[in-house]
Protein backbone atom coordinates (compact mmCIF):
# COMPACT_ATOMS: atom_id res chain seq x y z
CA UNK A 1 0.00 0.00 0.00
CA UNK A 2 0.80 3.44 -0.38
CA UNK A 3 0.07 7.09 0.44
CA UNK A 4 -1.33 8.98 -2.61
CA UNK A 5 -2.74 13.12 -2.21
CA UNK A 6 -6.20 13.31 -3.57
CA UNK A 7 -8.16 15.77 -4.97
CA UNK A 8 -10.18 15.77 -1.76
CA UNK A 9 -8.10 17.11 -0.31
CA UNK A 10 -7.20 14.18 2.17
CA UNK A 11 -4.16 11.30 2.45
CA UNK A 12 -5.00 8.21 1.37
CA UNK A 13 -3.85 5.03 1.03
CA UNK A 14 -4.58 2.68 -2.68
CA UNK A 15 -2.91 -0.11 -3.73
CA UNK A 16 -0.13 -0.88 -5.63
CA UNK A 17 -0.52 -0.32 -9.24
CA UNK A 18 -0.11 -2.87 -12.17
CA UNK A 19 1.71 -1.49 -15.28
CA UNK A 20 1.62 -1.89 -19.15
CA UNK A 21 4.16 -0.60 -21.40
CA UNK A 22 3.37 0.27 -25.18
CA UNK A 23 4.79 2.70 -27.59
CA UNK A 24 2.05 5.43 -27.65
CA UNK A 25 -0.17 6.02 -24.77
CA UNK A 26 -3.21 7.98 -26.87
CA UNK A 27 -6.03 9.65 -24.19
CA UNK A 28 -9.07 10.17 -25.82
CA UNK A 29 -10.77 8.12 -28.88
CA UNK A 30 -11.97 11.04 -30.77
CA UNK A 31 -11.43 12.57 -34.16
CA UNK A 32 -7.85 13.23 -33.47
CA UNK A 33 -6.46 10.40 -31.01
CA UNK A 34 -8.22 7.90 -33.70
CA UNK A 35 -6.18 9.45 -36.59
CA UNK A 36 -2.75 9.59 -34.79
CA UNK A 37 -3.75 5.74 -33.79
CA UNK A 38 -4.32 4.82 -37.33
CA UNK A 39 -1.57 6.57 -38.66
CA UNK A 40 0.99 5.54 -36.29
CA UNK A 41 0.12 1.80 -37.70
CA UNK A 42 -0.18 3.00 -40.81
CA UNK A 43 3.51 3.71 -41.07
CA UNK A 44 4.96 1.17 -38.93
CA UNK A 45 2.50 -2.01 -37.78
CA UNK A 46 4.83 -2.45 -34.89
CA UNK A 47 4.45 0.24 -32.82
CA UNK A 48 2.02 -0.91 -29.65
CA UNK A 49 -0.90 1.76 -29.75
CA UNK A 50 -3.54 1.94 -27.10
CA UNK A 51 -6.21 4.33 -27.00
CA UNK A 52 -8.07 5.32 -23.34
CA UNK A 53 -12.00 6.11 -23.46
CA UNK A 54 -13.55 7.67 -21.09
CA UNK A 55 -17.22 6.86 -22.32
CA UNK A 56 -18.99 3.77 -22.42
CA UNK A 57 -18.12 3.13 -25.76
CA UNK A 58 -15.92 5.08 -28.46
CA UNK A 59 -18.80 7.73 -29.45
CA UNK A 60 -20.70 8.34 -26.12
CA UNK A 61 -19.02 11.79 -25.52
CA UNK A 62 -18.54 12.85 -28.85
CA UNK A 63 -20.97 16.20 -28.96
CA UNK A 64 -20.32 18.16 -32.85
CA UNK A 65 -22.14 20.13 -35.23
CA UNK A 66 -21.58 18.26 -37.83
CA UNK A 67 -20.65 19.61 -41.09
CA UNK A 68 -17.41 17.88 -42.10
CA UNK A 69 -14.57 19.02 -44.21
CA UNK A 70 -13.06 15.85 -45.10
CA UNK A 71 -9.67 16.95 -45.71
CA UNK A 72 -8.37 14.95 -43.02
CA UNK A 73 -10.19 11.90 -43.62
CA UNK A 74 -9.01 12.46 -47.60
CA UNK A 75 -5.61 12.17 -46.13
CA UNK A 76 -5.72 9.71 -43.73
CA UNK A 77 -8.23 7.01 -45.32
CA UNK A 78 -8.52 7.93 -49.04
CA UNK A 79 -10.77 5.40 -49.65
CA UNK A 80 -13.20 5.96 -47.03
CA UNK A 81 -16.34 5.86 -49.42
CA UNK A 82 -15.25 2.35 -50.22
CA UNK A 83 -14.87 1.41 -46.61
CA UNK A 84 -18.35 2.12 -45.45
CA UNK A 85 -17.66 5.45 -43.77
CA UNK A 86 -20.96 6.80 -42.43
CA UNK A 87 -20.90 9.86 -44.03
CA UNK A 88 -23.35 10.33 -46.67
CA UNK A 89 -25.48 13.78 -46.90
CA UNK A 90 -23.16 15.83 -49.16
CA UNK A 91 -23.96 19.87 -48.48
CA UNK A 92 -26.09 21.06 -51.19
CA UNK A 93 -27.19 23.92 -49.80
CA UNK A 94 -25.59 27.02 -48.06
CA UNK A 95 -27.68 30.06 -45.73
CA UNK A 96 -26.73 32.69 -43.66
CA UNK A 97 -29.77 34.34 -41.88
CA UNK A 98 -29.84 37.51 -39.68
CA UNK A 99 -32.66 37.07 -37.38
CA UNK A 100 -35.09 39.57 -35.84
CA UNK A 101 -37.42 38.97 -33.25
CA UNK A 102 -39.85 38.17 -36.21
CA UNK A 103 -38.42 37.90 -39.46
CA UNK A 104 -35.16 37.11 -40.96
CA UNK A 105 -32.59 38.50 -43.39
CA UNK A 106 -30.71 36.04 -46.08
CA UNK A 107 -27.11 37.33 -46.00
CA UNK A 108 -25.96 36.75 -49.99
CA UNK A 109 -23.67 33.32 -50.18
CA UNK A 110 -21.32 36.00 -52.66
CA UNK A 111 -20.88 38.41 -49.67
CA UNK A 112 -19.44 35.87 -47.63
CA UNK A 113 -15.44 35.17 -48.02
CA UNK A 114 -15.37 31.62 -49.89
CA UNK A 115 -13.63 29.44 -47.02
CA UNK A 116 -17.21 29.72 -45.54
CA UNK A 117 -18.47 27.72 -48.47
CA UNK A 118 -19.49 24.03 -47.04
CA UNK A 119 -19.31 23.02 -50.70
CA UNK A 120 -17.78 19.55 -51.01
CA UNK A 121 -18.39 19.16 -46.75
CA UNK A 122 -21.02 16.67 -45.34
CA UNK A 123 -24.01 16.49 -43.11
CA UNK A 124 -22.78 13.68 -40.27
CA UNK A 125 -22.74 12.17 -37.14
CA UNK A 126 -19.12 12.53 -35.59
CA UNK A 127 -19.62 10.50 -32.87
CA UNK A 128 -20.98 7.60 -35.92
CA UNK A 129 -17.48 8.34 -37.85
CA UNK A 130 -15.45 8.18 -34.86
CA UNK A 131 -17.32 4.53 -34.30
CA UNK A 132 -15.95 3.55 -37.58
CA UNK A 133 -13.08 5.04 -37.08
CA UNK A 134 -12.11 3.07 -34.46
CA UNK A 135 -13.00 -0.18 -36.32
CA UNK A 136 -10.50 0.98 -38.86
CA UNK A 137 -7.89 1.41 -35.75
CA UNK A 138 -8.79 -2.01 -34.24
CA UNK A 139 -8.47 -3.48 -37.58
CA UNK A 140 -4.49 -2.34 -38.03
CA UNK A 141 -3.97 -3.50 -34.42
CA UNK A 142 -4.49 -0.49 -32.48
CA UNK A 143 -5.73 -1.61 -28.98
CA UNK A 144 -8.42 0.57 -28.10
CA UNK A 145 -9.88 0.59 -23.89
CA UNK A 146 -13.35 2.20 -23.60
CA UNK A 147 -15.05 2.78 -19.98
CA UNK A 148 -11.70 3.84 -19.03
CA UNK A 149 -10.92 7.59 -17.34
CA UNK A 150 -7.38 8.73 -17.08
CA UNK A 151 -7.26 10.40 -13.69
CA UNK A 152 -3.74 11.24 -13.37
CA UNK A 153 -0.52 12.19 -14.81
CA UNK A 154 2.05 9.89 -14.29
CA UNK A 155 5.96 11.61 -14.84
CA UNK A 156 9.43 10.04 -14.94
CA UNK A 157 12.32 11.06 -12.99
CA UNK A 158 13.45 14.12 -15.23
CA UNK A 159 9.79 15.01 -15.39
CA UNK A 160 8.58 13.94 -18.09
CA UNK A 161 5.33 12.33 -18.81
CA UNK A 162 5.99 8.98 -19.08
CA UNK A 163 1.83 7.64 -18.64
CA UNK A 164 -1.45 8.21 -17.29
CA UNK A 165 -3.64 6.02 -14.25
CA UNK A 166 -6.67 4.77 -16.16
CA UNK A 167 -9.50 2.62 -15.13
CA UNK A 168 -9.72 3.94 -11.52
CA UNK A 169 -13.23 2.42 -10.06
CA UNK A 170 -14.91 2.62 -6.67
CA UNK A 171 -13.77 5.61 -4.57
CA UNK A 172 -17.26 6.44 -2.65
CA UNK A 173 -18.05 9.89 -1.53
CA UNK A 174 -15.53 11.18 0.78
CA UNK A 175 -12.75 10.30 -1.76
CA UNK A 176 -11.66 6.97 -0.26
CA UNK A 177 -11.71 3.78 -2.00
CA UNK A 178 -14.89 1.62 -1.00
CA UNK A 179 -15.28 -2.14 -0.63
CA UNK A 180 -15.27 -2.54 -4.93
CA UNK A 181 -12.45 -0.56 -5.25
CA UNK A 182 -10.40 -0.91 -7.98
CA UNK A 183 -6.96 1.24 -8.45
CA UNK A 184 -6.71 1.10 -12.30
CA UNK A 185 -3.68 0.64 -14.06
CA UNK A 186 -0.72 2.42 -15.23
CA UNK A 187 -0.19 2.30 -18.91
CA UNK A 188 3.20 4.11 -19.41
CA UNK A 189 4.32 5.28 -22.98
CA UNK A 190 7.40 6.18 -24.40
CA UNK A 191 5.18 9.47 -25.82
CA UNK A 192 1.53 10.20 -24.47
CA UNK A 193 -0.81 11.46 -26.75
CA UNK A 194 -3.75 14.17 -24.99
CA UNK A 195 -6.49 14.47 -27.33
CA UNK A 196 -9.27 14.50 -24.42
CA UNK A 197 -11.63 17.56 -26.60
CA UNK A 198 -11.98 21.27 -25.21
CA UNK A 199 -10.65 21.95 -21.61
CA UNK A 200 -9.43 18.60 -21.28
CA UNK A 201 -8.38 17.79 -17.32
CA UNK A 202 -4.91 16.47 -18.17
CA UNK A 203 -4.63 18.53 -21.10
CA UNK A 204 -5.44 21.82 -18.76
CA UNK A 205 -2.52 20.18 -15.73
CA UNK A 206 0.44 19.70 -18.51
CA UNK A 207 -0.11 22.92 -19.89
CA UNK A 208 0.10 24.57 -16.16
CA UNK A 209 2.87 22.63 -15.22
CA UNK A 210 5.15 23.27 -18.44
CA UNK A 211 4.15 26.72 -19.17
CA UNK A 212 2.84 26.01 -22.38
CA UNK A 213 0.43 28.48 -22.54
CA UNK A 214 3.44 31.37 -21.64
CA UNK A 215 3.52 33.05 -25.04
CA UNK A 216 0.08 32.62 -26.22
CA UNK A 217 -2.75 34.43 -26.22
CA UNK A 218 -5.41 33.68 -23.19
CA UNK A 219 -8.23 30.39 -24.32
CA UNK A 220 -11.55 31.67 -25.65
CA UNK A 221 -14.75 29.12 -25.17
CA UNK A 222 -18.17 28.66 -26.79
CA UNK A 223 -21.15 26.44 -25.34
CA UNK A 224 -22.77 24.56 -27.85
CA UNK A 225 -25.81 23.04 -27.46
CA UNK A 226 -27.22 20.42 -29.83
CA UNK A 227 -30.66 18.83 -30.57
CA UNK A 228 -31.54 16.35 -32.97
CA UNK A 229 -35.04 16.45 -34.31
CA UNK A 230 -36.90 13.94 -36.47
CA UNK A 231 -39.36 16.08 -38.42
CA UNK A 232 -42.19 15.13 -41.10
CA UNK A 233 -40.46 14.73 -44.53
CA UNK A 234 -42.76 17.39 -45.93
CA UNK A 235 -40.53 19.99 -43.60
CA UNK A 236 -37.18 17.86 -44.32
CA UNK A 237 -34.39 19.19 -46.86
CA UNK A 238 -32.07 16.86 -47.58
CA UNK A 239 -28.57 18.49 -47.48
CA UNK A 240 -29.63 21.97 -46.21
CA UNK A 241 -27.29 23.54 -44.39
CA UNK A 242 -28.11 27.11 -41.81
CA UNK A 243 -26.47 28.82 -39.68
CA UNK A 244 -28.13 32.36 -37.84
CA UNK A 245 -26.96 34.88 -35.86
CA UNK A 246 -29.07 38.28 -33.99
CA UNK A 247 -31.96 36.91 -32.50
CA UNK A 248 -32.45 36.09 -29.42
CA UNK A 249 -28.60 36.90 -27.98
CA UNK A 250 -29.06 40.49 -29.88
CA UNK A 251 -25.99 42.42 -30.55
CA UNK A 252 -24.09 42.55 -27.22
CA UNK A 253 -23.21 38.53 -27.19
CA UNK A 254 -21.48 36.60 -29.28
CA UNK A 255 -22.98 33.46 -30.90
CA UNK A 256 -25.24 31.93 -32.89
CA UNK A 257 -27.33 28.82 -34.40
CA UNK A 258 -26.95 25.48 -36.83
CA UNK A 259 -29.76 23.88 -38.22
CA UNK A 260 -28.38 20.94 -40.39
CA UNK A 261 -30.74 18.21 -42.41
CA UNK A 262 -29.44 14.92 -42.86
CA UNK A 263 -30.65 11.70 -43.38
CA UNK A 264 -33.55 9.95 -42.52
CA UNK A 265 -35.62 12.93 -41.78
CA UNK A 266 -33.62 14.17 -38.88
CA UNK A 267 -32.01 17.47 -38.40
CA UNK A 268 -29.43 18.80 -36.37
CA UNK A 269 -30.47 22.22 -34.11
CA UNK A 270 -27.70 23.94 -31.72
CA UNK A 271 -26.53 26.69 -30.72
CA UNK A 272 -23.33 27.99 -29.47
CA UNK A 273 -22.99 31.21 -27.21
CA UNK A 274 -19.74 32.77 -26.55
CA UNK A 275 -18.53 32.28 -22.86
CA UNK A 276 -17.14 36.31 -23.03
CA UNK A 277 -20.72 36.91 -22.55
CA UNK A 278 -21.28 40.03 -19.66
CA UNK A 279 -24.60 39.80 -18.31
CA UNK A 280 -24.40 37.22 -15.66
CA UNK A 281 -28.18 36.72 -15.64
CA UNK A 282 -28.20 35.12 -19.86
CA UNK A 283 -28.56 31.75 -19.76
CA UNK A 284 -27.42 29.97 -23.10
CA UNK A 285 -29.70 26.98 -22.39
CA UNK A 286 -32.66 29.50 -22.36
CA UNK A 287 -31.45 31.48 -25.03
CA UNK A 288 -30.91 27.80 -27.21
CA UNK A 289 -34.54 27.14 -25.91
CA UNK A 290 -36.31 30.17 -27.55
CA UNK A 291 -34.44 30.11 -30.63
CA UNK A 292 -36.26 27.39 -31.69
CA UNK A 293 -39.35 29.45 -31.50
CA UNK A 294 -38.09 31.90 -34.31
CA UNK A 295 -40.61 31.85 -37.52
CA UNK A 296 -37.91 30.85 -39.36
CA UNK A 297 -37.04 27.42 -37.07
CA UNK A 298 -40.35 26.75 -35.57
CA UNK A 299 -41.98 25.69 -38.69
CA UNK A 300 -39.49 22.88 -39.47
CA UNK A 301 -39.30 21.52 -36.24
CA UNK A 302 -43.27 21.58 -36.03
CA UNK A 303 -44.86 18.21 -35.84
CA UNK A 304 -41.43 16.34 -35.40
CA UNK A 305 -39.93 15.30 -32.58
CA UNK A 306 -36.58 15.91 -30.32
CA UNK A 307 -34.45 12.49 -30.02
CA UNK A 308 -31.60 13.22 -28.45
CA UNK A 309 -29.95 16.53 -26.61
CA UNK A 310 -26.25 17.71 -25.44
CA UNK A 311 -23.94 20.21 -24.44
CA UNK A 312 -20.02 20.55 -25.27
CA UNK A 313 -18.09 23.70 -25.10
CA UNK A 314 -15.93 24.45 -28.56
CA UNK A 315 -12.76 26.28 -28.11
CA UNK A 316 -13.19 29.72 -30.30
CA UNK A 317 -9.19 31.22 -29.60
CA UNK A 318 -7.88 30.62 -33.19
CA UNK A 319 -4.45 30.93 -34.40
CA UNK A 320 -3.42 32.74 -31.36
CA UNK A 321 -4.25 31.29 -28.81
CA UNK A 322 -3.07 27.85 -29.23
CA UNK A 323 -0.31 27.13 -26.92
CA UNK A 324 2.92 25.27 -27.32
CA UNK A 325 1.75 21.86 -28.17
CA UNK A 326 4.57 19.62 -27.26
CA UNK A 327 5.84 18.72 -23.66
CA UNK A 328 8.76 16.18 -22.50
CA UNK A 329 7.10 12.73 -23.32
CA UNK A 330 3.65 13.76 -25.78
CA UNK A 331 1.76 16.51 -27.20
CA UNK A 332 -1.83 18.10 -27.46
CA UNK A 333 -3.80 16.80 -29.98
CA UNK A 334 -7.38 18.36 -31.29
CA UNK A 335 -9.21 20.80 -29.57
CA UNK A 336 -7.12 19.97 -26.84
CA UNK A 337 -4.59 22.67 -28.23
CA UNK A 338 -7.46 24.36 -29.46
CA UNK A 339 -8.33 23.78 -33.21
CA UNK A 340 -11.20 25.39 -33.98
CA UNK A 341 -12.21 27.29 -37.03
CA UNK A 342 -14.68 29.52 -35.47
CA UNK A 343 -15.93 31.45 -38.48
CA UNK A 344 -16.62 27.92 -40.51
CA UNK A 345 -17.98 26.29 -37.15
CA UNK A 346 -15.43 23.51 -38.15
CA UNK A 347 -12.97 21.79 -35.95
CA UNK A 348 -12.62 17.79 -36.77
CA UNK A 349 -10.60 18.43 -40.11
CA UNK A 350 -7.50 19.86 -37.79
CA UNK A 351 -8.35 17.33 -35.10
CA UNK A 352 -7.61 14.74 -37.53
CA UNK A 353 -4.41 16.40 -39.59
CA UNK A 354 -3.04 16.92 -35.92
CA UNK A 355 -3.42 13.25 -34.88
CA UNK A 356 -1.92 13.13 -38.44
CA UNK A 357 1.19 15.23 -37.58
CA UNK A 358 1.55 13.73 -34.26
CA UNK A 359 1.89 10.25 -35.40
CA UNK A 360 4.54 11.21 -38.28
CA UNK A 361 6.89 13.11 -35.84
CA UNK A 362 6.20 9.96 -33.26
CA UNK A 363 7.43 7.09 -35.36
CA UNK A 364 10.13 9.87 -36.91
CA UNK A 365 11.19 10.04 -32.96
CA UNK A 366 10.71 6.01 -32.16
CA UNK A 367 13.16 5.06 -35.50
CA UNK A 368 15.99 6.93 -34.02
CA UNK A 369 15.56 5.53 -30.53
CA UNK A 370 14.05 8.40 -28.58
CA UNK A 371 11.81 8.53 -25.96
CA UNK A 372 10.21 11.26 -23.31
CA UNK A 373 11.77 14.29 -25.31
CA UNK A 374 9.80 16.93 -27.43
CA UNK A 375 8.47 16.63 -30.68
CA UNK A 376 9.37 19.48 -32.36
CA UNK A 377 8.53 17.97 -35.85
CA UNK A 378 4.91 18.26 -34.74
CA UNK A 379 4.64 21.93 -33.35
CA UNK A 380 5.75 22.81 -36.32
CA UNK A 381 3.91 21.44 -38.24
CA UNK A 382 1.09 23.16 -36.63
CA UNK A 383 2.32 26.19 -36.91
CA UNK A 384 2.98 26.34 -40.56
CA UNK A 385 1.54 23.08 -42.21
CA UNK A 386 -2.77 22.91 -43.28
CA UNK A 387 -3.64 23.68 -39.94
CA UNK A 388 -2.10 26.81 -39.75
CA UNK A 389 -3.05 28.06 -43.16
CA UNK A 390 -6.88 27.43 -41.51
CA UNK A 391 -6.82 29.28 -39.10
CA UNK A 392 -4.65 32.12 -39.44
CA UNK A 393 -6.76 34.09 -41.88
CA UNK A 394 -9.54 33.88 -39.47
CA UNK A 395 -7.92 34.70 -36.02
CA UNK A 396 -9.60 37.93 -35.89
CA UNK A 397 -13.15 37.19 -36.21
CA UNK A 398 -13.18 35.83 -32.29
CA UNK A 399 -11.58 39.02 -30.60
CA UNK A 400 -13.48 40.88 -32.69
CA UNK A 401 -16.55 40.54 -31.73
CA UNK A 402 -15.58 39.64 -27.87
CA UNK A 403 -14.11 43.92 -28.29
CA UNK A 404 -16.94 45.19 -30.90
CA UNK A 405 -19.96 42.44 -30.49
CA UNK A 406 -21.23 40.25 -33.17
CA UNK A 407 -22.25 42.55 -35.27
CA UNK A 408 -19.73 44.73 -35.87
CA UNK A 409 -17.11 42.52 -35.11
CA UNK A 410 -18.23 40.01 -37.71
CA UNK A 411 -18.72 42.74 -40.26
CA UNK A 412 -14.83 43.66 -39.53
CA UNK A 413 -13.67 40.55 -39.45
CA UNK A 414 -14.85 39.80 -42.63
CA UNK A 415 -13.24 42.49 -44.48
CA UNK A 416 -10.12 40.99 -42.87
CA UNK A 417 -11.35 37.33 -43.97
CA UNK A 418 -11.82 38.60 -47.59
CA UNK A 419 -8.18 40.36 -47.73
CA UNK A 420 -6.53 37.06 -46.42
CA UNK A 421 -8.16 34.93 -48.79
CA UNK A 422 -7.22 37.25 -51.56
CA UNK A 423 -4.02 38.10 -50.88
CA UNK A 424 -2.93 35.79 -48.11
CA UNK A 425 -2.21 38.29 -45.32
CA UNK A 426 -4.43 39.95 -42.92
CA UNK A 427 -4.40 43.53 -42.94
CA UNK A 428 -5.63 43.93 -39.38
CA UNK A 429 -2.65 41.75 -38.16
CA UNK A 430 -3.02 39.67 -35.02
CA UNK A 431 -5.66 41.35 -32.36
CA UNK A 432 -5.89 39.93 -28.90
CA UNK A 433 -8.88 38.55 -26.96
CA UNK A 434 -8.14 40.43 -23.55
CA UNK A 435 -9.84 39.02 -20.52
CA UNK A 436 -10.19 35.13 -20.18
CA UNK A 437 -13.99 34.23 -20.19
CA UNK A 438 -14.07 34.33 -16.32
CA UNK A 439 -12.68 37.36 -16.17
CA UNK A 440 -15.43 39.04 -18.79
CA UNK A 441 -18.36 38.01 -16.54
CA UNK A 442 -19.90 41.77 -15.22
CA UNK A 443 -21.02 42.43 -11.84
CA UNK A 444 -25.15 41.84 -11.48
CA UNK A 445 -26.36 45.15 -10.61
CA UNK A 446 -25.27 46.69 -13.75
CA UNK A 447 -26.68 44.34 -16.19
CA UNK A 448 -30.64 43.93 -15.90
CA UNK A 449 -32.47 40.32 -15.18
CA UNK A 450 -33.65 38.03 -18.47
CA UNK A 451 -37.14 37.36 -17.90
CA UNK A 452 -36.99 33.73 -19.88
CA UNK A 453 -40.37 32.26 -21.08
CA UNK A 454 -41.53 28.81 -19.83
CA UNK A 455 -40.68 26.25 -21.73
CA UNK A 456 -43.90 24.54 -23.78
CA UNK A 457 -43.07 20.81 -23.45
CA UNK A 458 -43.21 20.90 -27.53
CA UNK A 459 -40.43 23.16 -28.98
CA UNK A 460 -38.89 24.18 -25.84
CA UNK A 461 -38.12 21.80 -22.67
CA UNK A 462 -36.56 22.41 -19.12
CA UNK A 463 -32.86 21.07 -18.63
CA UNK A 464 -33.38 18.61 -16.85
CA UNK A 465 -35.90 16.78 -19.22
CA UNK A 466 -33.46 17.47 -21.92
CA UNK A 467 -30.46 16.26 -19.86
CA UNK A 468 -32.62 12.42 -19.62
CA UNK A 469 -32.43 12.76 -23.50
CA UNK A 470 -28.33 12.82 -22.97
CA UNK A 471 -28.53 9.42 -21.09
CA UNK A 472 -26.10 10.74 -18.76
CA UNK A 473 -25.37 8.21 -15.64
CA UNK A 474 -23.01 8.56 -12.75
CA UNK A 475 -22.44 6.06 -10.24
CA UNK A 476 -24.03 7.56 -6.98
CA UNK A 477 -21.52 6.73 -4.31
CA UNK A 478 -18.67 8.14 -6.63
CA UNK A 479 -17.24 11.29 -5.52
CA UNK A 480 -18.06 14.69 -7.00
CA UNK A 481 -16.11 15.44 -9.76
CA UNK A 482 -16.89 19.08 -9.98
CA UNK A 483 -14.33 20.61 -7.07
CA UNK A 484 -14.50 23.83 -5.20
CA UNK A 485 -11.43 25.39 -4.12
CA UNK A 486 -13.42 27.35 -1.64
CA UNK A 487 -16.55 26.09 -0.69
CA UNK A 488 -18.04 29.41 1.00
CA UNK A 489 -17.11 31.57 -2.34
CA UNK A 490 -20.79 30.45 -4.72
CA UNK A 491 -23.03 32.01 -1.51
CA UNK A 492 -20.01 34.61 0.37
CA UNK A 493 -18.89 36.00 -3.00
CA UNK A 494 -20.50 34.86 -6.49
CA UNK A 495 -23.92 35.26 -5.15
CA UNK A 496 -24.46 39.23 -3.94
CA UNK A 497 -21.64 39.85 -6.99
CA UNK A 498 -22.97 38.03 -9.78
CA UNK A 499 -26.31 36.24 -8.93
CA UNK A 500 -24.19 33.29 -8.75
CA UNK A 501 -24.33 32.13 -12.75
CA UNK A 502 -23.66 28.60 -12.01
CA UNK A 503 -27.39 28.52 -11.73
CA UNK A 504 -27.73 29.48 -15.38
CA UNK A 505 -24.25 28.87 -17.23
CA UNK A 506 -24.74 25.23 -16.86
CA UNK A 507 -26.85 24.00 -19.52
CA UNK A 508 -27.41 20.43 -17.26
CA UNK A 509 -28.71 21.67 -14.14
CA UNK A 510 -26.29 20.93 -12.05
CA UNK A 511 -25.82 24.03 -9.70
CA UNK A 512 -28.51 25.37 -7.34
CA UNK A 513 -28.53 27.79 -5.23
CA UNK A 514 -31.49 26.72 -2.53
CA UNK A 515 -33.10 27.19 0.98
CA UNK A 516 -32.24 25.40 3.36
CA UNK A 517 -34.65 24.83 5.76
CA UNK A 518 -32.67 23.61 8.59
CA UNK A 519 -30.15 26.47 9.06
CA UNK A 520 -32.71 29.27 7.37
CA UNK A 521 -29.45 30.18 5.07
CA UNK A 522 -28.83 29.51 1.62
CA UNK A 523 -26.90 26.93 0.13
CA UNK A 524 -25.17 25.53 -2.96
CA UNK A 525 -25.78 22.46 -4.10
CA UNK A 526 -23.88 20.74 -6.73
CA UNK A 527 -25.71 18.03 -8.91
CA UNK A 528 -22.86 16.19 -10.00
CA UNK A 529 -25.04 12.86 -11.46
CA UNK A 530 -26.53 15.67 -14.39
CA UNK A 531 -22.87 16.38 -15.69
CA UNK A 532 -23.10 16.14 -19.32
CA UNK A 533 -19.12 16.96 -19.32
CA UNK A 534 -19.21 20.35 -21.13
CA UNK A 535 -16.60 21.82 -18.90
CA UNK A 536 -18.77 25.11 -18.74
CA UNK A 537 -18.27 25.61 -15.25
CA UNK A 538 -14.24 25.21 -15.09
CA UNK A 539 -14.41 27.87 -17.70
CA UNK A 540 -16.99 30.42 -17.07
CA UNK A 541 -16.99 30.85 -13.14
CA UNK A 542 -16.23 34.49 -12.24
CA UNK A 543 -14.05 33.38 -9.31
CA UNK A 544 -12.16 30.52 -10.90
CA UNK A 545 -13.04 28.07 -8.39
CA UNK A 546 -14.77 24.94 -10.23
CA UNK A 547 -12.23 22.47 -10.88
CA UNK A 548 -13.66 19.77 -13.31
CA UNK A 549 -11.95 16.37 -13.18
CA UNK A 550 -12.74 13.26 -14.71
CA UNK A 551 -15.28 10.74 -13.05
CA UNK A 552 -15.22 7.14 -13.26
CA UNK A 553 -15.06 5.91 -16.84
CA UNK A 554 -18.19 5.25 -18.66
CA UNK A 555 -19.60 7.85 -17.15
CA UNK A 556 -21.03 10.83 -18.30
CA UNK A 557 -23.40 11.16 -20.93
CA UNK A 558 -23.99 7.91 -23.65
CA UNK A 559 -24.80 9.91 -27.21
CA UNK A 560 -26.37 7.57 -29.79
CA UNK A 561 -25.42 9.72 -32.91
CA UNK A 562 -24.31 13.52 -32.14
Request: overall charge negative; glycine content about 12%.
Amino acid sequence: MVEEQTDHSQTIETPDREEMDFDVVIVGAGPAGLSAAIRLKQLDSNINVVVLEKGSEVGAHILSGCVLDPVGLDQLIPEWRDKGAPIKTPVEQDRFLMLGPAGSLRIPNFLMPPLMSNHGAYICSMGNVCRWMAEQAEDLGVEIFPSMACSELVYGESGEVVGVVAGEFGRVRNGKPGPNYEPGMILKGKYVFLSEGARGSLSKQVIANYGLDDDCDVPKFGLGMKEIWEVKPENHRLGQVTHTMGWPLGYKAGGGSFMYHLEDNQVYVGYIVDLSYKNPHLSPYHEFQRWKHHPEIAPVLEGGKRIAYGARVVTKGGFQSIPKAVFPGGALLGCSAGLVNLPRIKGNHNAMLSGIAAAQAAVDALSNKRSGDELGLYDEALRTGPIAKDLKPVRNVAPLTGWLGPLAGLTLGGFDMWVANLIKWNPLGTISHGKTDAEATGHAKDYAQIDYPKPDGVLSFDRLTNVSFSATNHGEEQPSHLLLSDPAIPISYNLPQFDEPAQRYCPAGVYEVIDDETTGQKRFQINSQNCVHCKTCDIKDPSANITWVTPEGGGGPNYPNM
